[in-house]
């Protein structure tokens, strides 16, 4: 497995931003119904928080964890 850094995911994140289009409405619609509306989410390994952002946009609080490699 090949582990892109940071600074390299960087100068690619707008071609996959561009690429990777959100996840259809129903899917998301599926994993928020999984939850109580009272939680808050953690999305560990976010990418470039497509999906971070559709959750959040339902109403749920999300909170994402970064790690940078010094």
């Known amino acids: 497995m090949k582990i892109i850094s940071r600074s390299q995911f960087g100068k690619l994140h707008k071609a ?15 994993i928020v ?15 470039t928080g497509i999906s971070t952002r559709q959750i ?3 109403g749920f609080e999300v909170y994402v964890l970064i790690l940078i490699k010094r």
């Open 16 to 30: 996959y931003a561009l690429s990777r289009q959100g996840y259809p409405v129903e899917i998301i619609r599926n």
């Open 33 to 47: 119904s999984l939850a109580d509306r009272d939680v808050k989410v953690l999305d560990l390994g976010c990418g």
């Open 56 to 58: 959040a946009e339902t």
